[in-house]
């Protein structure tokens, strides 16, 4: 069997991302409909955080089809 130590530390950094991002994109909504503007690195978050944890999440998936061929 491979050691597997890293999976369970970049799902959790895949979901934190995930829950980040998803709190900066309903935070930008909410400016907006109040009519600002949210900072930039607000809109920065929720732009890329999305699309970084869904490859982290590609990752792990991959990684585990892979490991499950070989067993």
Request: charged share 15%; no cysteine; aromatic share 8%.
């Amino acid at each position: 069997m491979t050691s597997t130590g890293y999976r369970r530390p970049l799902m959790i950094v895949a979901a934190a991302v995930a829950v980040l991002s998803l709190a900066a994109v309903a935070a930008v909504m909410a400016i907006a409909f109040g009519g600002g503007a949210a900072p930039v690195w607000v809109t920065s978050t929720a732009l890329y955080g999305l699309p970084l944890a869904f490859t982290l999440m590609i990752v792990l998936l991959l990684d585990d089809v892979r490991r499950r061929r070989r067993q």
